[in-house]
C-alpha cells in the first residue's frame, strides 16, 4: 500500500507532463498572435495601397 502511495506521490510532483502541456499551450497562444497580428497588417497594408491607388491619376485603374 506504501509503494501505491508513493508512486502517486511521485507522479503528482513530476512536472514533465505539465510542462510539455503548458509548451503545447504557449505554442498555440503564439501561433494566433501571429496570425492576428500577420491578419491586422494585411488589411492596414490592403486599405493604404488602395487609397494610394485611389488618389493617382486615373483613380489606380492598372493599365
Given amino acids: ?3 501505491m502511495v508513493d508512486k502517486i506521490r ?3 510532483v513530476c512536472e514533465d507532463g ?3 502541456v ?3 499551450v504557449m505554442l498555440a ?3 494566433v498572435v501571429c ?3 500577420i491578419r491586422n497588417i494585411g488589411t492596414r497594408a490592403n486599405t493604404t495601397f ?3 491607388g ?3 491619376p486615373g483613380g489606380g485603374g492598372g493599365s
Fill in 10 to 12: 511521485r507522479f503528482l
Fill in 29 to 31: 497562444l503564439i501561433v
Fill in 35 to 37: 496570425l492576428t497580428a
Fill in 1 to 3: 500500500m506504501l509503494r
Fill in 54 to 56: 485611389s488618389a493617382l
Fill in 22 to 24: 503548458e509548451y503545447a
Fill in 18 to 20: 505539465p510542462t510539455a
Fill in 50 to 52: 488602395t487609397s494610394v
